[in-house]
C-alpha cells in the first residue's frame, strides 16, 4: 500500500524560532492534510490542500502542495509553546472513499 | 457545535474477548471513519462507513466488523482479541462531499 515518509521525525527548537517540516510519498496524492495531536487526544486538522501548488496558510502555519502531487510541507513561524505536539501529514489517493493514509509523524519540542 | 464524540475513554479487555466501541459524528457529518493508531505510529485506516454500509475497508482482518445507524452514528467490534489490538481507535467524520476528516479524541484499548 502507500506510504508517507515524514520527516523530521522530531525538532528541538527555540520558542520563536520557524520551523518545517515534509512529507514525500512515491504515490500521487489529491488532497493533503496536515493534523496536530496533542497527548491523550485525537489528531486536530490544521490545513488541507486540493491542488498541486497550492499554498494555504492558517495563522502562523502555510502548507504547500507539491508540484509533482508526491510531496507536501508545513511550516510554522514564531513557535509558541503550544505549538508542541505531533504533526502527521495525510493523503487521499485519487479514486479513494476518503481513506486517509498518515505519515509516522514529526513530534515538535519548543524550548522557553 | 458538538464534535466528534467517542465512548468508552478507556477500556481494559483479556486476549480472547470481544469489544464495541462507539462514536457521534460531528453534527452535519454522514459519513464516519475508524482508525487504529499504535503507540508512536500513524493511524491506520480500518473501514468507512455512508449510508449505513462499509463502503472502504483497510487491511485489516475480518475480526474487526462495524455498524452505522440511522442517526450516522457508529459502532466498532473487535472480536477474539489479541494482544496486539492494544491501540488508541479514532473516530472521524465527514460530509459526504468533503475529503476533511475531523476526529474524536479516541478510545485507549488495553487488552491483557
Known amino acids: 500500500g502507500q506510504q508517507l515518509n515524514q520527516s523530521p521525525q522530531s525538532m528541538f527548537i527555540q520558542e520563536g524560532e520557524d520551523v518545517s517540516m515534509n512529507c514525500t510519498s512515491s504515490?500521487?496524492?489529491?488532497?493533503w492534510l496536515w493534523y496536530k495531536q496533542d497527548p491523550g487526544e485525537g489528531p486536530v486538522l490544521l490545513i488541507a490542500?486540493?491542488?498541486?501548488?497550492e499554498l494555504t496558510s492558517n495563522g502562523r502555519l502555510t502548507a504547500q502542495f507539491g508540484i509533482t502531487r508526491k510531496d507536501s510541507f508545513l511550516n510554522i513561524s514564531a513557535s509558541i509553546p503550544s505549538d508542541v505536539g505531533i504533526y502527521f501529514c495525510a493523503g487521499l489517493v485519487s479514486g479513494s472513499a476518503r481513506q486517509l493514509t498518515f505519515g509516522s509523524g514529526t513530534q515538535l519540542t519548543v524550548l522557553p | 457545535d458538538a464534535g466528534v464524540t467517542q465512548s468508552p475513554t478507556h477500556l481494559i479487555k483479556t486476549r480472547g474477548q470481544q469489544v464495541t466501541l462507539r462514536c457521534s459524528p460531528k453534527s452535519g457529518h454522514d459519513t464516519v471513519s475508524w482508525y487504529q493508531q499504535a503507540l508512536g505510529q500513524g493511524p491506520q485506516f480500518i473501514f468507512q462507513?455512508?449510508?449505513?454500509?462499509?463502503?472502504q475497508r483497510g487491511n485489516f482482518p475480518d475480526r474487526f466488523s462495524g455498524h452505522q445507524f440511522p442517526n450516522y452514528s457508529s459502532e466498532l467490534n473487535v472480536n477474539a482479541l489479541l494482544l496486539g489490538d492494544s491501540a488508541l481507535y479514532l473516530c472521524?467524520?465527514?460530509?459526504?462531499?468533503?475529503?476533511?476528516?475531523?476526529f474524536g479524541p479516541g478510545t485507549r484499548l488495553t487488552v491483557t
Open positions: 490542500l486540493y491542488k498541486a501548488g
Open positions: 472521524a467524520s465527514s460530509h459526504q462531499g468533503s475529503y476533511e476528516q475531523y
Open positions: 504515490s500521487i496524492f489529491n488532497t
Open positions: 462507513y455512508y449510508e449505513e454500509e462499509e463502503r
